[in-house]
């Protein structure tokens, strides 16, 4: 009886055995694996197809284990709702930053929103373009110093960052909206809550569903990991309010 | 089965439901939105997928996205809404996915006009979005060849999984004729979509659709396979008619689309006051029908070539270049949404049939 080893934490089926890209301390590898464990546990992977954004997150694809879509950049919404709707029987979910989602794509999300397109969005706010080198984005905190706000963003010409679970949840259309971090092993759990949530609403043909995750960005904000969960916590938390935007139960019927 | 009268557009839209095309995407412009009217009330009969987008930018993107299932889809638009859809188009090309789009061309550039025109030949034949890709585009002439060239379209797109794309003017969508569809659309067999459609990773390895190859060597030999597919549909797929040509002809005529139905009866009318002109007329403009042009523009009564486009000439570097030289390629174009008349066309061949006959004036030096 003694000794008899019980395995109680491997990789899911639905990432692959590969070393990412992302720099170190980077919260995109924790949110793979929570729409990873969430796939797994909801039995989706085999009739999952993942549509990659244009950010740091490109080559997701090479991370997960199912059939994936490569977008052009802001673009993912409207290709996931091009396949999901020949294909209504499959599981079809973005995976998009702030940039690509709230500037270049705000087209895209909105509508895809307000038609009610069952497929399901991670939307990675870390208030910063990643990929091309921390330049400001729509997010970007008001006085937060980015490459192209070297002197910090001044909303009197850039206006204020785009709180985007807010603003879709204004929309009438039945969604579910929760907004989520992942920078404590509480969030964390709350935030795979919300993934797993948000899979199991598109597998019932609910409704269109969305998940913020306020993320870091360490190498762009150039602070250490810590620090950037630090910061996060101080700084981004106080803007973007976790918690619960929008649930098809709220909306009337009508 | 019988024939029908009916408009360009409606004709497109039913041809395309015959040939299997049951999933459409679009936005509406004019003067092609009857398509989309149609489709809306005939897709729901047909058990379709029928979705007015935002944009052209997301109608493009839903077809990349609609077309990964490996269904046939398609949107139909014009000239501005074409050019809205230019990054998907790219995209799609270096994914190497099927689809068919339809411009409804209207004259620019900019908002330009409503009219007919021809001036989108550059953007569908040399690639209007970026990188090296190029897309097969078909240009009817009449509303039966329309509908034929587009059951067509859905074939070559799946058999080469490449984007084509059919050209008309805003005549062949808004004017009506009496059109007959095949009681069953049959084509030749296809390759199989198991090996590249997204259906889920069950029982199989994952598959990526993508056009992203960070790798200069990878991305190197992705161009390559492209263009490998395009000599093929060059060697394949070159379309083309000759109306009335003949050892008399002393002017040969090059147009496509409405403006060559008009050429034909210009050369009608010239026929009849003893002046032989013959048309040949490009049906697919990617590839351009070079060699059989060539044939023809080297035939040794033909003094001058004329191109006839509605555009400030377009087609006709692709004409000078088969010609390179050989014979004098000359160009006679309206645009704007202006369709020149055959009083026009015939005035100006006459014309230049006076100017070849004519000696070569010298130039004296001083008085
Ligand atoms: C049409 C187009 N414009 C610009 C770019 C360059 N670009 C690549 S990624 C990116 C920003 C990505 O930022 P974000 O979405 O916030 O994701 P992150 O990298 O932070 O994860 C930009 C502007 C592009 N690829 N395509
Ligand atoms: S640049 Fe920022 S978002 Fe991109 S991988 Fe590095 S830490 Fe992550």
Redesign the pocket.
């Known amino acids: 009886m003694a000794n008899q080893a019980t395995t109680i934490f491997t990789r899911p089926e639905s990432l692959n055995e590969v070393v990412t890209h992302y720099c170190p301390g980077c919260t995109h590898g924790i949110i793979h694996r929570l729409v990873a464990e969430s796939l797994d546990e909801l039995q989706l992977r085999d009739k999952t197809v993942g549509v990659a ?5 490109v080559l997701i694809y090479n991370y997960f284990n199912c059939d994936f879509l490569e977008a ?2 802001g673009r993912a919404p409207a290709l996931a709702t091009g396949f999901k709707r020949l294909r209504p029987d499959m599981i079809v979910f973005t995976y ?5 989602l709230a500037s ?1 794509g705000m087209g895209e999300i909105v509508h895809a929103a307000n038609r009610g397109e069952k497929i399901t969005v991670i939307f ?1 706010n ?1 208030a ?5 080198g921390g330049q400001m ?1 729509p997010t970007t905190l008001p006085g937060q110093i980015t490459t192209t706000s070297p002197a910090g963003r001044d909303t009197a010409s850039a206006g204020h960052p785009i709180r985007m679970s807010e603003l879709l949840a204004t929309l009438r259309t039945p969604s579910y909206i929760e907004r989520v971090s992942v920078h404590s092993p509480q969030h964390i759990i709350q935030a795979k809550r919300a993934i797993k949530k948000a899979f199991t609403y598109q597998s019932q043909d609910r409704c269109f569903s969305l998940v913020e995750v306020v993320s870091t ?1 360490p190498t762009n904000w150039g602070m250490s990991p810590t620090d950037s969960t630090k910061w996060l916590e101080d700084n981004l938390l106080a803007y973007y309010k976790l918690g619960l935007y929008s649930e098809p139960d709220d909306e009337e019927d009508s | 089965m019988a024939k029908i009268l009916m408009k360009g557009n409606e004709a497109i839209a039913e041809a395309a439901l015959r040939a299997g095309g049951n999933n459409y995407f679009c936005y509406p412009i004019t003067p092609q939105s009857e398509v989309a009217e149609y489709l809306a009330k005939r897709m729901p009969e047909v058990g379709g997928v029928f979705l007015q987008a935002e944009s052209e930018v997301a109608v493009g993107n839903m077809l990349f996205g609609a077309a990964a299932s490996g269904k046939r889809v398609f949107t139909t638009s014009s000239s501005p809404g074409i050019s809205l859809m230019q990054e998907s188009i790219s995209y799609i090309a270096g994914a190497q996915l099927p689809c068919v789009l339809l411009n409804i061309m209207r004259g620019g550039p900019g908002l330009g006009g409503i009219l007919p025109a021809q001036s989108d030949y550059f953007q569908a034949t040399k690639g209007g979005g970026h990188g090296d890709y190029r897309l097969l585009v078909l240009a009817p002439s009449t509303i039966q060849e329309a509908v034929d060239l587009t059951m067509l379209a859905f074939h070559l797109s799946d058999k080469y999984r490449n984007p084509v794309m059919l050209i008309g003017d805003g005549m062949i969508g808004q004017m009506m004729e009496p059109v007959e569809f095949p009681e069953k659309y049959v084509e030749d067999e296809l390759p199989g979509k198991d090996d590249w459609a997204l259906t889920g990773a069950k029982d199989r390895e994952k598959r990526i659709v993508k056009s992203l190859f960070l790798d200069p060597l990878a991305l190197e030999i992705n161009n390559h396979e492209l263009y490998k597919k395009y000599e093929l549909m060059k060697q394949n797929e070159a379309r083309y008619e000759c109306y009335k040509i003949s050892a008399k002809n002393k002017v040969l005529i090059v147009s496509y689309g409405t403006m060559a139905r008009i050429c034909q009866t210009v050369i009608d009318e010239l026929e009849s006051e003893g002046v032989s002109v013959g048309l040949f007329r490009p049906i697919s403009l990617f590839p351009f029908p070079e060699k059989e042009l060539r044939k023809e523009i080297l035939k040794k009564n033909v003094g001058t070539v004329l191109t006839v486009e509605m555009s400030m000439g377009q087609m006709v570097e692709d004409v000078e270049k088969v010609a390179a030289g050989a014979k004098p390629v000359k160009f006679f174009g309206r645009t704007g949404g202006i369709v020149p008349s055959p009083d026009e066309v015939k005035e100006n061949i006459k014309e230049m049939i006076r100017q070849d006959a004519a000696p070569a004036k010298r130039t004296r030096k001083g008085k």
């Open positions: 954004p244009v950010g740091c997150s052009p950049h998009q930053g702030d940039g690509d270049i990675v870390n910063i373009y990643g990929m091309t984005a960005c």
